[in-house]
T-cell receptor, first 118, second 113 residues
Framework: SAVISQKPSRDICQRGTSLTIQCQVD?????MFWYRQQPGQSLTLIAT?????????ESGFVIDKFPISRPNLTFSTLTVSNMSPEDSSIYLC???????????????FGAGTRLSVL | GEDVEQSLFLSVREGDSSVINCTYT??????LYWYKQEPGAGLQLLTY?????DMKQDQRLTVLLNKKDKHLSLRIADTQTGDSAIYFC?????????????FGAGTRLAVHP
């Protein structure tokens, strides 16, 4: 399967600042997704990033707070803007497995970015 | 709306079988998934099952699907300490032109000697 790399793996940030998280895949993929996992919770989809179009945000998430870029078929960024302690979470990117037969129905995840906001 | 439910905690003795259960609500889900999350790590796809199947076996893992009751289970045979992790069940919701995963809260599996 493809290698999905996220940077940074963890960060500690001050409130009011912004952090940009990168997701790099070593294969071209159509769909990339960004999830949030709050402490002790499950995963919640933030938005879907399709190359060449605007990201699609889920209910409760807005572009001003979580701007997303998808400049090509192997890369995406998620920015957490104007952070507060409530943004402390693990942020994970995932991709659909275009490289495998039937793989478009399967999502593979990066290792995540552990964000703490003070 | 969509909802996936799992028990939160399971404790088993090393060498025994573990069974983690999950219920889901969307009968149109085409695929159902089990992911594993070890401490400090991302999500690892363990296995998945297509909705027209009743069972899938992959080495120590057996997935059973009861579509009528919308019940999914994951059985881990000969459970080892390395299996200690959080296991997430997920269903697929096709919405807006893409497959959206809906996750359960996760079952924390503790394996003791």
């Amino acid at each position: 399967s493809a290698v999905i790399s996220q940077k940074p793996s963890r960060d500690i940030c001050q409130r009011g600042t912004s952090l940009t998280i990168q997701c790099q895949v070593d294969s071209q993929v159509t769909m990339m997704f960004w999830y949030r996992q709050q402490p002790g919770q499950s995963l919640t989809l933030i938005a879907t990033a399709n190359q060449g179009s605007e990201a699609t945000y889920e209910s409760g998430f807005v572009i001003d707070k979580f701007p997303i870029s998808r400049p090509n078929l192997t890369f995406s960024t998620l920015t957490v803007s104007n952070m507060s302690p409530e943004d402390s979470s693990i942020y994970l990117c995932s991709v659909e497995g275009d490289w495998a037969p039937g793989g478009k129905n399967i999502q593979y995840f990066g290792a995540g970015t552990r964000l703490s906001v003070l | 709306g969509e909802d996936v439910e799992q028990s939160l905690f399971l404790s088993v003795r090393e060498g025994d079988s573990s069974v983690i259960n999950c219920t889901y609500t969307d009968s149109s889900s085409t695929y159902l998934y089990w992911y594993k999350q070890e401490p400090g790590a991302g999500l690892q796809l363990l296995t998945y099952i297509f909705s027209n199947m009743d069972m899938k076996q992959d080495q120590r893992l057996t997935v059973l699907l009861n579509k009528k009751d919308k019940h999914l289970s994951l059985r881990i045979a000969d459970t080892q300490t390395g299996d200690s992790a959080i296991y997430f069940c997920a269903e697929t919701l096709f919405s807006g032109g893409y497959n959206k995963l809906i996750f359960g809260a996760g079952t924390r599996l503790a394996v003791h000697p």
